[in-house]
């Protein structure tokens, strides 16, 4: 993603106000280092075919 297309995303979502280590665990709390990157190159490879 684009950085200026994070940061439309982020300031759409609100996402600037609260206590981002708290979202940020509750987002991830299942995933690791691991599963977060094979799932940027799924996403890459989708992006890429689309």
Do not use: Y
């Not at 993603?1 to 299942?30: I, Y």
């Amino acid at each position: 993603m684009e950085p200026s297309t994070f940061a439309r995303f982020w300031v759409a979502c609100n996402l600037g106000k609260g206590d981002h280590l708290k979202l940020k665990d509750e987002l991830f709390a299942q995933e690791s280092a691991a599963s977060l990157s094979s799932k940027i190159l799924e996403f890459q490879v989708l992006e890429r075919d689309t």
